[in-house]
């Protein structure tokens, strides 16, 4: 069997389109097209169905994509490793929110860059958790992390850490509310208090509101925008209430520059999941740095 019949397919597949597929391959549509077609009649049986918006693997299809893609992976990492002078450096992909990968998995992996014989070139980059697994199974990042975990069998995810979540506010919010009010009236006392959040739909706060108080939140946003990081100095300065992963605000708590306005007897979690390409851990620096994510996070908490 042609070995680019199959990676053209594995790349379909991973892709969910032909169109998709055509660009990371760098060939033409009706190219990627005839190819799918060749290997379909050499088989006797479809491989994918065909629909609006990309295509569907069929049974056939994802046994197949199942068996060839680990190693077509390999055969990738064996040329791309091949020496051309001695001194080039495999590159590790990673994708996640931008959060988490700056203030957790940057500084961890970091240390794996350095010239160690074993080291690597490293190249992040931020998305959603669908945006991330959709770009890690079209083959553009080596590793995800998400707090979703991947359908199928293309993708390989282990539970890498907890996630708390906090209600935090400055200081003189909760002053405002007074001490032990949401404990004696629950989250009614927060009703006239601004919000300050990633998104018009709240995530975080919504999430909170249904895991602690059972209920919705009944404020609308006053302050949006699509960073945490930017989240908590909005906190910090005064312009809401807020909810935040702990391993975020914590130094803010520690100076005093936020408060936390309640302390469930269980605090909302959040998981973590770390997410490969089934097969890809046979390259040693995906491998590698899949490891001491692991290890790091045992230190997280």
């Known amino acids: 069997m042609d070995l680019a019949l199959l990676r053209t397919f594995v790349t379909v597949h991973r892709a969910g389109s032909f169109t998709r597929a055509a660009a990371l391959?760098?060939?033409?549509?009706?190219?990627?097209?005839?190819?799918?077609?060749?290997?379909?009649?050499?088989?006797?049986?479809?491989?994918?169905?065909?629909?609006?918006?990309?295509?569907?693997?069929?049974?056939?299809?994802?046994?197949?994509?199942?068996?060839?893609?680990?190693?077509?992976?390999?055969?990738?990492?064996?040329?791309?490793?091949?020496?051309?002078?001695?001194?080039?450096?495999?590159?590790?992909?990673?994708?996640?929110?931008?959060?988490?990968?700056?203030?957790r998995a940057l500084p961890a992996l970091t240390r794996l860059t350095g010239e160690d014989g074993q080291g690597f070139a490293l190249r992040a980059s931020f998305g959603t958790a669908e945006e991330a697994l959709e770009g890690l199974a079209a083959g553009h990042?080596?590793?995800?992390?998400?707090?979703?975990?991947?359908?199928?069998?293309?993708?390989?995810?282990?539970?890498?850490?907890?996630?708390?979540?906090?209600?935090?506010?400055?200081?003189?919010?909760?002053?405002?509310?007074?001490?032990?009010a949401l404990h004696l009236k629950g989250a009614v006392v927060l009703e006239n208090l601004p919000v300050v959040e990633v998104h018009e739909s709240l995530p975080f706060v919504s999430r909170y509101w249904a895991s602690v108080f059972d209920s919705r939140p009944a404020a609308s946003g006053t302050v949006i925008v699509p960073d945490l990081r930017a989240v908590l100095s909005c906190a910090i300065s005064g312009a809401g209430l807020a909810v935040l992963p702990r391993y975020l605000s914590t130094s803010a708590l520690n100076r005093g520059e936020i408060t936390t306005l309640y302390d469930p007897a269980v605090p909302p979690l959040r998981t973590y999941f770390l997410t490969a390409r089934t097969g890809s851990l046979a390259m040693p620096h995906i491998a590698r740095a899949h490891v001491w994510l692991q290890r790091a996070a045992t230190a997280w908490g």
């Open 25 to 103: 391959l760098g060939l033409s549509q009706p190219a990627v097209t005839s190819q799918i077609r060749t290997l379909e009649r050499q088989l006797g049986r479809p491989l994918f169905l065909r629909q609006a918006r990309g295509v569907t693997p069929t049974t056939i299809g994802d046994e197949l994509a199942h068996k060839a893609a680990p190693h077509l992976d390999a055969l990738v990492e064996i040329a791309e490793s091949a020496p051309d002078d001695g001194s080039s450096l495999r590159t590790l992909h990673l994708v996640g929110p931008p959060e988490f990968i700056a203030e």
């Open 141 to 180: 990042h080596d590793l995800a992390i998400s707090t979703a975990r991947p359908r199928g069998a293309l993708l390989t995810a282990t539970a890498l850490c907890d996630e708390e979540h906090v209600l935090v506010a400055a200081p003189r919010w909760a002053e405002r509310i007074g001490p032990g």
